[in-house]
Structure formats: C-alpha cells, structure tokens
C-alpha cells in the first residue's frame, strides 16, 4: 500500500500523523517512551511499519536513541527522523512530534483537496457519458422503428 503510485505516499503521511500525535501524547502523559511505542504500534496497521517499531523498540530497549532505528528503518521521511531528533536533542520531543503531525496533517488536506479537484472532471465526463448511453438506448430502437414505418 505504500508503494502505490498516488496514493501510497498519502497513505504513508496518513500513518505518520497518526503515530507522532499518538506518541506526543502519551508522552505528556508521562508514559514511558517504550511502552508508549508499544500502544502506538497496536494503532498501526500496515506490517511493514510494524515491523519498523518493532525494530525501533528493540533498539531502544538496548540504549539506542528514538531518531537512530527510525533513520535505520527507511520507512520514516528525513523531515520525521530530524525533527525527532532535534527534539530528543533539546528535551522537547512532545512537541517536536506534535509539529511533525500539525504538518502532515496539512499535507494530507492539500493533497486530499487537489485529488479531490481532479476527481470532479472525471466524474462529469463519466455522468455524461451515462447520460449518452442511455439517450442512445433510448433514441436508437425510435428511430429503427421509424425506419419500418416508411
């Protein structure tokens, strides 16, 4: 699903939001960062990010920073694994992840609005031709009748 052409890249920010606002979270929440990523990867549904956290957590568990298995991952966009980083480097992760999903999320409407602009021409053109089937169904056994008149 995400390598689809058009979609996968949007799928792929879809997850991304929904993992950096989840884990923002439950970190100001005070939930440890591992067990934090253990609720964030039971919200996650696709396998190949999955198996990412899993790797993530693992490493984690063995001392590693947050931004160093996700960088390893390559499931991640550099501007995640930066501003993950950045944010483990200056103590303010929370809202570094919070920044992360505040801006998929608006590329995710910019994307979903221009798909959507595209959609509306050719869901005209498919109308009109529904509308010219039909006519033609219509017209064409009027006219071989008028053929049998004469």
């Given at each position: 699903m995400l390598r689809a052409p058009v979609f996968g890249g949007l799928v792929r920010k879809l997850i991304v939001t929904r993992i950096a606002r989840t884990l923002a979270t439950l970190l100001s929440s005070g939930i440890p960062l591992l067990s934090a990523l253990s609720i964030v990867k039971a919200i996650v549904t696709n396998r190949e990010i999955v198996g990412a956290l899993?790797?993530?957590?693992?490493?984690?568990?063995?001392?590693?920073?947050?931004?160093?298995?996700?960088?390893?991952?390559?499931?991640?966009?550099?501007?995640?694994?930066?501003?993950?980083?950045?944010?483990?480097?200056?103590g303010q992760l929370e809202e570094m992840l919070n920044k992360i999903a505040d801006a998929y999320e608006d590329d995710v409407e910019t994307t979903v609005t221009s798909l959507t602009s595209i959609l509306e021409p050719v869901m005209i053109l498919l109308m009109g031709g529904i509308v010219l089937f039909i006519v033609v169904s219509?017209?064409?056994?009027?006219?071989?009748?008028?053929?049998?008149?004469?």
């Open positions: 899993d790797k993530t957590i693992q490493d984690i568990g063995e001392g590693s920073d947050l931004a160093g298995p996700l960088r390893k991952s390559g499931v991640f966009p550099p501007m995640v694994i930066h501003l993950v980083a950045a944010g483990e480097k200056s219509i017209l064409l056994p009027i006219l071989e009748m008028t053929k049998l008149v004469k």
